[in-house]
């Protein structure tokens, strides 16, 4: 918005006429306070933080690190180059990450959609297992396990079974309702694509897939919108920065809202997330908070 708020335009340059212009102020959703202290969470990591309200779209805490004090921007050289590798890019929006397991909520979701009983059924965790020829292999060894504890446990097996029964047409359908292979608009900057691409996959890249691996890409962005429809009923008002200011264009280039599935499933899927924390994680990690979630650790 830097043409907006410094009055520039390409006919009358900085000389715009008071009464055409448009104010030099914005108000953000961003708190400060919030943000320092996800900045200082990440404790030098290379990542990002994303947290919005899913009822109203403001966006609380946007946070992408490596990064610099835009007061006094860095000299960068050749030798100082890799300290600073990536401290232009807001990976809240422009990143992709490798999700991991958070992906298993995508595949839950698949399942449920199309695997009648699917939440009645046991699996079994040996640590490992074959797929396509290949090895999967999981982090524990589970034993027989259902669907819901699979996902509190992260289990491998289950979601590679699960990915592989349900097959590349199935599982695509469903990652591109959840977001996947689309962007979003956000304050008029376009978000980089999450990406689930398995045309290639043989069955055992298929397996890998539904637990977040293979060539499966997320942006932060997009997931925080995902997990927000899961916790508003299938429905979430997409994120928004802007408060107020410059004539009120907060809404000028955001979305609304968006519906990502329908409430029975945002429901089913809420119940699981909500069990991880009650079952597995802890409820005492957020002692104030009623909290559902999903963990995940990417191997790259």
């Not at 900045?39 to 805490?61: P, W």
């Not at 997990?227 to 907060?250: H, M, Q, R, Y």
């Amino acid at each position: 918005y830097r043409s907006r708020l410094t009055g520039f335009s390409y006919i009358w340059g900085l000389g715009l006429p008071k009464s055409l212009k448009h104010g030099n102020d914005i108000t953000l959703n961003i708190d400060a306070n919030a943000c320092n202290s996800a900045y200082n969470a990440l404790s030098g990591y290379n990542g990002a933080v994303v947290v919005y309200n899913y009822e109203t779209g403001e966006v609380m805490c946007s946070v992408s690190t490596p990064t610099y004090d835009p007061l006094n921007p860095p000299e960068i050289t050749e030798e100082n180059e890799s300290e600073y590798d990536g401290v232009y890019v807001d990976k809240v929006l422009a990143g992709r990450y490798t999700p991991g397991s958070i992906f298993k909520v995508v595949t839950l979701a698949s399942a449920l959609q199309n695997i009648e009983g699917i939440e009645d059924e046991i699996f079994t965790c040996n640590g490992s297992t074959i797929i396509g020829g290949e090895k999967i292999s999981c982090m524990h060894t589970h034993g027989e396990i259902t669907a819901k504890d699979g996902l509190a446990q992260s289990c491998n097996i289950v979601f590679a079974e699960i990915a592989e029964r349900l097959g590349k047409s199935k599982m695509t359908a469903t990652a591109e309702q959840m977001g996947f292979n689309t962007s979003y608009l956000i304050n008029g900057t376009t978000t980089a694509q999450s990406t689930y691409n398995v045309k290639k996959a043989n069955d055992n890249d298929l397996a890998w897939s539904g637990i977040g691996q293979y060539t499966v890409e997320a942006n932060p962005m997009q997931m925080a919108i995902m997990c927000g429809a899961i916790a508003n009923g299938g429905t979430t008002a997409l994120p928004d920065e802007i408060k107020s200011g410059v004539s009120d264009f907060s809404l000028e280039n955001v979305e609304g809202t968006v519906t990502l599935m329908d409430s029975a499933l945002a429901s089913k899927l809420d119940e699981y997330m909500r069990y991880d924390v009650t079952s597995y994680y802890g409820d005492g990690l957020f002692p104030t908070l009623t909290v559902c979630a999903k963990t995940g650790t990417a191997e790259v």
